[in-house]
Every structure is written in structure tokens, then in C-alpha cells.
């Protein structure tokens, strides 16, 4: 670890597993010009790999200390260091397509996720390791416990499957969670059938705002009893009981253009 003493103020946890590493660069299969950015590198579990196989490779970084060796453990020519929190990066500055990767900090992965989410047209794909209960989250069908607002947010936006599942032991320090690689790919504007993206989002949060009542209570103020059935959808369900399809069906209808 070179003396870097990870902090619990950035949610630093190092990989440290080199099965579990190439396991990871095989999954992204970087090509040389890709436009790759890596968010959080660390101690350069990712970078390191990722270097020997691009051109180029821009950090996005937080931790002055880790920008410190950044700057003098990587090849100049080869690192472009985006100093800051990537929260509040603008990835429009970046020549799209864009490839994302990277071992996201847990204690700000959703807030996260919604971020890329605005800049979904100039990416090509995403490869992130996420707490597996967030990983569970987003790749949830309707209907079961892990189906929750997360996973209607996503999954009208990116196609989304779980690729490798990372033990505590694969890190340094240990972290109290299992962990997994996550691949997303950006749904096309012209396949997306949402047409009021706000909406939707108001739609979809009041309906999981309390998760134990039925729809006909937390939509009532967007749904009378006779938009239900024009809709199709029984009033009686709960959120967690709708898909994407289903939200979108309910925000489309609301918007006044109701979806063939």
C-alpha cells in the first residue's frame, strides 16, 4: 500500500486482488483509443492494467495525496488528472464516447450513478464496483425485495447486468460489504419511451415514498380511480409491483400523450 492510509472520509476501500483485477480489465476489454475515463483511482488497482492498454486515460480524483502520486508514479503522456469530486465533474469536457470505469466510493455511489445519468448520450458503456446490495438494487425485477426506486430510475436508461461478485477479502482495508462489477450500458435516445423524464421522476418517487401502501394512496395525487383502469394498471398494487413499462405508461399518460 505504500503508506497510503485509506479514508473513511472518501470511502476508500483498495483492491488488491489480481485474479479479481484482470478478471475486471477483461470485462471492460479496453481498446487503445478508447476515451476511458476512471473515476477514483486509488492506489492504481485499475490504473495500472488499464495504462498498459490505452493511449491515454483520464482520473477523475479527490484525494490530494493519491494526485500526488498520480503525478509522479504514471507517465504524464499517458495520465490526464481531473483533480476534484466527481459529484460535480462535467464529463462534457471529455471527447465523447465516453467508457467510464471504476471502484465508485460506496457512501456517494447513488448520487453517483444519477450523475452519469445526465451525460448518458456521450457514453459508450460504464463498469463500476458498487456494494453487491446496490448492484441488487439496480439489476432488480418488479416484485421482489430488492426492486426499489434505484432500479425504475436506472432501468428506463441503461441496460444493466451484473458481472463478478468481489468478496470483502479482495480489499484493503476489508470492507463490512460484498461487492460486484456492474456493466451499463446507455438505452439509445430514440429507444427511451419516456417523454417527460421529470415527471417521471416525480411519478416514480411519490410511489415509493411509502412503500407499504397501495398505489390508489401514493399516486392520489396524480391518479383518480377511473385513470387506473384507463391505464390498466390496479390500483391495488404497490410500487415495488410496477416495471419501467408500467411507470412509463402512468408519467406518459400524465404528460397527456398517452403511449400507443
Known amino acids: 500500500m505504500n503508506g497510503h ?9 483498495f483492491l488488491v486482488d489480481q485474479n479479481i483485477i484482470a478478471d475486471i480489465v477483461r470485462a471492460i476489454r479496453p481498446e487503445a483509443n478508447d476515451n476511458m475515463v476512471e473515476i477514483g483511482p486509488g492506489l492504481g488497482a485499475l490504473t495500472r492494467p488499464l495504462l498498459k ?11 490530494r495525496d493519491i494526485i500526488a502520486r498520480l503525478k509522479t508514479d504514471y507517465p504524464q503522456d499517458k495520465i490526464v488528472i481531473h483533480e476534484g469530486d466527481a459529484l460535480k465533474f462535467d464529463f462534457a469536457v471529455l471527447e465523447a464516447p465516453l467508457r467510464i470505469v471504476g471502484n465508485l466510493p460506496y457512501n456517494i455511489s447513488s448520487p453517483l450513478l444519477f450523475h452519469f445519468t445526465d451525460y448518458a448520450a456521450r457514453i459508450t458503456d460504464m463498469h463500476f464496483m458498487l456494494q453487491n446490495e446496490v448492484v441488487e438494487r ?4 418488479p416484485s421482489t425485495a430488492a426492486f426499489g426506486r434505484l432500479s425504475v430510475m436506472l432501468q428506463y436508461r441503461f441496460y444493466m447486468e451484473k458481472l463478478i461478485d468481489v468478496p470483502p477479502e479482495s480489499f484493503r482495508p476489508a470492507p ?3 461487492s460486484a462489477i456492474v456493466r451499463m450500458i446507455p438505452i439509445p ?6 417523454q417527460d423524464e421529470t415527471l417521471y421522476a416525480q411519478v416514480v418517487s411519490a410511489a415509493f415514498g411509502q412503500r407499504r401502501k ?3 394512496n401514493t399516486l392520489k395525487a396524480y391518479l383518480a380511480e377511473d385513470d387506473f383502469a384507463k391505464l390498466g394498471i390496479d390500483a391495488q398494487l404497490r410500487a415495488e409491483n410496477l416495471g419501467v413499462e408500467e411507470f412509463t405508461r402512468i408519467a406518459n399518460y400524465l404528460s397527456g400523450n398517452v403511449s400507443g
Do not use: P
Request: proline share 0%; net charge positive.
Open 5 to 13: 492510509k485509506a479514508k473513511k472520509s472518501f470511502g476508500q476501500n
Open 53 to 63: 492498454l490505452l493511449n491515454k486515460l483520464h482520473v477523475v480524483e479527490i484525494d
Open 138 to 141: 439496480m439489476v432488480a425485477e
Open 176 to 178: 463490512k460489504v460484498d
Open 189 to 194: 435516445a430514440d429507444k427511451i419511451e419516456v
Open 214 to 216: 397501495t398505489l390508489r
